[in-house]
């Protein structure tokens, strides 16, 4: 599934949430491009700036070669953001970037089959009355780390944005994450991080569900753990992830001491201050 580089309708956002989602789109291709995001880098700015500069253009898609002109032209509309502060060198290096970037992976960003919410859940031109679509999405063919956080993080922002335009008062889709761990570390900052932080204290409201699955509870990023309100704990040997899993079951003195004794198939299910085995 090809993957836009930025939403569709995003020239047409409020600013705020106009210039975060540009901000992340940013930071996902420049994990691609292998720029560090530990320190302030031009590349990133200007990327980010090139983003918004196309978006803002009635019916002006924001690809990665449509970037590549804007930034290796130097337009106006783009320089103007930065008052002739930036030398042209980092403008010639991140558009050397982005054509071989665009050329490396032209399937993962301006394939055939494009991604589309509506039709992941079986909605809309999808729909089958009665049915609930269930998809299975894979990433293990999307080639190295970077692209898979790239093509995640980017999925997480259709998820997101999907969300805004369809509120409901039920319960209307359910997104599972597995390995959630990845996406969302306690260390690091991958491009996944700051979108999945997003999604989670905004998809309740809309009538959306997360799970979020991984086999390493204690590597989850512990600020996030306000937004999950319901927990299935199973069986967890390493002390420091008992530690830090303590807080979540503390209503049932003593869970988390028998973490490490539960069988196959055996949890504890923490919601709304209340825990029991399962």
Known sequence: LAIPVAPPDLGRLPAADREQLAQYAAAALGVMLGYKSRGPDPKLVILQKAIETLAAVPDRAVTVKALQTLVGDQD???TTHFDGQYDAKHYARLSQDLLSLGLQHRRLLDGPDRLDVDTLLGRGAAARPGKARLSVISTQFLGDDHATDFWVSQLLLAVERWTRQHPA??????????????YLPAVGKPATKGPMESLLRRARSAGVGVFLATQSPGDLDYKCRDQVTTWLVGKVKEAVAIGKLRPVLEA??????RLAD???GEFYLAREGEVRPV
């Open 169 to 182: 008062p039920h319960l209307q889709a359910v997104f599972l994450f597995d390995e959630a761990d990845r």
């Open 252 to 257: 049932k003195p003593g869970a988390a001491d």
């Open 76 to 78: 106006d509309a783009l």
């Open 262 to 264: 539960q069988a196959a």
